[in-house]
């Protein structure tokens, strides 16, 4: 079945850097879109940045400059590097596919504070 393991949140200065990482299993990794989404306390979860099979790739104007998405599709994982952290990217970070049906992780939180 189709699995979407998140890692590598926690808690980081303003101006920090975090790698969250996402493993997929159960379907043919290099075939699809991945992308990261964002949800925050009391708002609704938001895209931050999506991956082609091609490696073309999408970022909300929030985070530009600033995070980069990327993929290994040897490894079946997908990659949000995240430089410059702000208090605002305060979140549960999701990692997304959809193959008809749209397959969500369970979450990553990623705290920015001083």
């Known amino acids: 079945q189709v699995q979407l393991v998140e890692s590598g949140g926690g808690l980081v200065q303003p101006g920090g850097s975090l790698r969250l990482s996402c493993a997929a299993s159960?379907?043919?990794?290099?075939?699809?879109?991945m992308s990261w989404y964002r949800q925050a306390p009391e708002k609704e979860r938001e895209l931050v940045a999506h991956?082609?099979?091609?490696?073309?790739?999408n970022y909300a104007d929030s985070v530009k400059g600033r995070f980069t998405i990327s993929r290994d599709n040897d490894k079946n994982t997908v990659y949000l590097q995240m430089n410059s952290l702000k208090p605002e990217d305060t979140a549960v970070y999701y990692c997304?596919?959809?193959?008809?049906?749209?397959?969500w992780g369970q979450g990553t939180q990623v705290t920015v504070s001083s």
């Open positions: 997304r596919t959809s193959l008809g049906k749209i397959y």
């Open positions: 159960g379907f043919p990794f290099s075939n699809y879109v």
């Open positions: 991956i082609t099979s091609a490696g073309r790739t």
